[in-house]
């Protein structure tokens, strides 16, 4: 298929307009100066994943990410960066110098070529079929509580144990706790 | 739409959060780096899930699974960072040498 044929497709181009926005702002999230922007384009990045999510028909993971990683843990990020950011430090100390930017640039790119030629390799042209509806809710619903019942639970034990292990790890130490 | 497109944006957002993870001093961008993978690994996931047409969506359902995991380890890598910051004043993963011989 040469890339005439793949910009013949409306769907291409939508693929197209979701995922360079999605590239240059995991990009920018690695790269920039500023702690808070670099957050901010983390949402673009997420957000641009959940509309490949929603071009791939799996609906429901889409708002699960809005939901979940734009509304919570963007949230997370910012109160703490609020609460880190000493005021001392400069912008330009949040990277490493370019002794390890380097090679970190080479082992990415190496790993993105091998990634990507196996991609290439493996699937070729193989196409996804446009999905005529969104995966339902429902569908997905009545696959985790039967199928999937114990990771199910399993997760959301995990999840209890990040609630009460982040209360214990974050709260302040309070010296007259024991004498009370 | 071919699958490969899918996986290669999938790859590339996973090089560019391992570039950040490597490169970044303060722990809360490594933190947000670890997330760009995340995100990598769960758009491939979905991708392969629409290639197979799998009546099960095992696919989707294991990015649900990896979303909820996520959300549970930045509370726990971020309340791990407030108590660094609160006893060494920093939150620069390069100045965490207490373990270094």
């Given at each position: 298929m040469?890339?005439?044929?793949?910009l013949?497709?409306?769907?291409?181009?939508v693929?197209?307009?979701?995922?360079?926005p999605t590239l240059?702002?995991?990009?920018?999230?690695?790269?920039?100066?500023?702690i808070v922007?670099?957050?901010l384009y983390l949402v673009v990045?997420?957000?641009?994943?959940?509309?490949?999510?929603?071009v791939?028909?799996?609906?429901?993971?889409a708002?699960t990410v809005?939901l979940v990683y734009?509304?919570?843990v963007?949230i997370l990020?910012?109160?703490?960066i609020?609460i880190?950011?000493?005021?001392?430090?400069a912008?330009a100390?949040?990277s490493?110098p370019?002794?390890v930017?380097?090679?970190a640039a080479?082992?990415?790119v190496?790993i993105?070529?091998v990634t990507?030629y196996a991609?290439?390799?493996?699937f070729?042209?193989?196409?996804?079929?446009?999905p005529?509806?969104?995966t339902?809710a429902?569908?997905?619903a009545e696959i985790i509580f039967?199928?999937f019942?114990?990771?199910?639970?399993?997760?959301?034990?995990?999840?209890?144990?990040a609630?009460i292990?982040?209360?214990?790890i974050?709260?302040?130490d309070d010296?007259?706790?024991e004498?009370? | 739409?071919?699958i490969?497109?899918?996986?290669?944006?999938g790859?590339a957002?996973f090089?560019?959060g391992?570039y950040?993870?490597?490169?970044r001093?303060?722990?809360?961008?490594v933190?947000?780096?670890?997330e760009?993978m995340?995100?990598?690994?769960?758009?491939?996931?979905v991708?392969?899930?629409a290639?197979?047409?799998?009546?099960?969506?095992?696919g989707?359902?294991?990015a649900?699974?990896?979303i909820?995991?996520a959300?549970a380890?930045v509370?726990?890598?971020?309340?791990?960072v407030?108590?660094?910051?609160?006893?060494?004043?920093s939150?620069n993963?390069?100045e965490?040498?207490l373990m270094r011989?």
């Amino acid at each position: 298929m040469t890339l005439a044929d793949w910009l013949r497709e409306v769907a291409n181009w939508v693929f197209l307009v979701i995922a360079v926005p999605t590239l240059i702002g995991g990009f920018k999230v690695v790269t920039t100066s500023n702690i808070v922007r670099a957050v901010l384009y983390l949402v673009v990045t997420l957000a641009g994943t959940a509309a490949l999510f929603l071009v791939l028909g799996a609906e429901f993971v889409a708002w699960t990410v809005v939901l979940v990683y734009i509304g919570a843990v963007i949230i997370l990020f910012l109160i703490g960066i609020m609460i880190t950011r000493a005021p001392l430090t400069a912008e330009a100390s949040l990277s490493h110098p370019r002794n390890v930017q380097v090679p970190a640039a080479l082992l990415s790119v190496v790993i993105f070529a091998v990634t990507a030629y196996a991609f290439i390799d493996a699937f070729e042209a193989a196409a996804i079929p446009v999905p005529e509806d969104a995966t339902r809710a429902g569908v997905i619903a009545e696959i985790i509580f039967s199928r999937f019942v114990i990771p199910f639970e399993v997760v959301s034990f995990v999840l209890l144990a990040a609630l009460i292990g982040g209360i214990a790890i974050a709260r302040k130490d309070d010296p007259g706790e024991e004498a009370a | 739409m071919t699958i490969a497109q899918f996986l290669i944006v999938g790859s590339a957002l996973f090089a560019i959060g391992l570039y950040g993870v490597i490169t970044r001093r303060n722990a809360v961008l490594v933190l947000a780096s670890v997330e760009v993978m995340l995100a990598a690994v769960n758009v491939n996931l979905v991708a392969l899930d629409a290639y197979l047409v799998d009546p099960a969506a095992a696919g989707q359902i294991f990015a649900l699974f990896i979303i909820a995991l996520a959300a549970a380890e930045v509370g726990i890598g971020i309340a791990i960072v407030l108590m660094i910051f609160r006893n060494r004043r920093s939150a620069n993963v390069d100045e965490l040498d207490l373990m270094r011989h």
